[in-house]
């Protein structure tokens, strides 16, 4: 088919795909909820049960894999633009393993229990992280540039995830409430961490889709987007600026998603071809359906135990 009828049938598909799957992620679980059931419990008219399994547990949880996927998803579009790697994710700039360490620091000193405790320690590990891996991809001769940038993160995210394992295994009874979140999982998820981390990740997606068109020339070459008027350094401080913040709020609220921020940019970019202008917001949009749905699956392929969203 032409392009344009295959980006024609890739928006409706989209357009359809993400309200599927968040009545999917409301109406399966442990316990079950018919359509009819669903709809009178939104309405106010569902039993004291059906009421608790809606408002308390599946809303929050469904609320915060959209967040988190649209996160992530616009975080590995911006990883692959600025690098130019297809390859690359957000996990490259050792977001994941600044937030996992912060985490493992905060069990095993602080006493900290429970995913909700999590929130602002994952957060605040990723942002440091992100920073010191700038400033070491900085040093040296010259300007930063992505190979640099690249190493240097992956080079740290391998330093700090040995360290975060060998606090774990010192102690794995104080880590049994890691293990849930270090999986990645939205099993537990409330709002009162999303709310922290929101305004964050909001923030993250505006700095997204401002940078569109400067990611559009830097595809050609930092020297062909110079030559076009691009301002490089402000672009790639405002890449990094903008991963930090989705990456990180992502892993704060949901724990190390791996895989979303890598394979969704690719399917868009099948789809509706390489402008960035397309690429970043329809990241955001298929991007929660790809967790959302794996969400669903991990509810019910070994019932009634549940499997982590992230494996």
Do not use: K
């Amino acid at each position: 088919r032409s392009p344009r009828a295959r980006r024609r049938a890739g928006l409706v598909c989209l357009v359809a795909a993400l309200p599927l799957s968040v009545i999917l992620s409301l109406a399966i679980g442990a316990n079950p909820l018919s359509l009819a059931a669903l709809w009178e419990t939104l309405q106010g008219q569902g039993t004291q049960e059906t009421m608790f399994v809606l408002f308390e547990l599946r809303i929050p949880r469904t609320i915060v894999g959209i967040a988190a996927g649209a996160a992530l998803g616009v975080a590995g579009a911006l990883v692959q633009a600025f690098t130019r790697n297809p390859l690359a994710d957000p996990g490259i700039l050792g977001v994941n393993a600044g937030a996992a360490l912060a985490v493992a620091l905060g069990v095993a000193f602080l006493g900290l229990r429970g995913a909700s405790s999590f929130v602002w320690l994952a957060f605040i590990g990723a942002l440091i992280v992100t920073a010191a891996v700038y400033l070491i991809g900085s040093s040296g001769r010259g300007a930063p540039d992505p190979i640099r940038l690249t190493l240097a993160g992956v080079a740290l995210g391998a330093v700090l995830s040995g360290i975060t394992t060998g606090l774990t295994l010192s102690n794995p009874d104080a880590f049994d409430s890691m293990r849930s979140w270090n999986a990645g999982s939205l099993l537990g998820s409330g709002l009162d961490g999303l709310t922290v981390v929101l305004p964050c990740i909001l923030v993250g997606l505006v700095i997204a889709c401002a940078l569109a068109p400067g990611l559009n020339a830097v595809g050609l070459g930092e020297d062909v987007a110079r030559a076009q008027g691009a301002r490089v350094s402000a672009i790639r401080i405002g890449v990094i600026v903008a991963v930090t913040l989705l990456a990180g709020g992502a892993t704060a609220i949901a724990g190390p998603i791996s895989f979303v921020g890598l394979m969704v940019p690719h399917v868009i970019r099948w789809t509706f071809g390489v402008n960035q202008r397309l690429i970043i917001p329809l990241s955001a949009v298929l991007a929660p359906v790809v967790v959302l749905l794996s969400d669903v699956l991990g509810r019910v392929i070994i019932a009634p135990a549940e499997v982590p969203v992230g494996i």
